[in-house]
């Protein structure tokens, strides 16, 4: 497992937190480290998003540490690419982590589910 990846992520919970990325479509969303890293120390991040497949790891090393302190949750996904391509960035641009600032309405069932499969792992 990589230095940032602190709980591994089964491959249903990973298709969750996409289908969550997906259908939070037109929500605020920060992107990259040093956005999320931002959001995170402010405490105005919702939930935060880190892809397992970084090079170096140590670029987001910090940010599950800063989400702990703050109470944010947070997870993982495997593909850097998919995180940047579902959030409107050009085909070929990686993303290494993203922060969603609100969750809709319509995604809270879905948001809470993917809070509880998190905690289910860390406990």
Known sequence: MSVHVRFE????????????IRANQGGRIKKGSNEVTKSAERGTAQF????????????LAHIPL?????GIPYGYVPSQEFLAKETGLPTGVKTASIAMMEISKANTEAFNNVLEAIKAINN
């Open 9 to 20: 992520t089964p491959s249903d919970l990973a298709d969750s937190i996409y289908e969550l």
């Open 66 to 70: 800063i989400c702990e302190e703050k």
């Open 48 to 59: 935060v998003i880190l892809a397992e497949d970084v090079n170096p790891p140590e670029l």
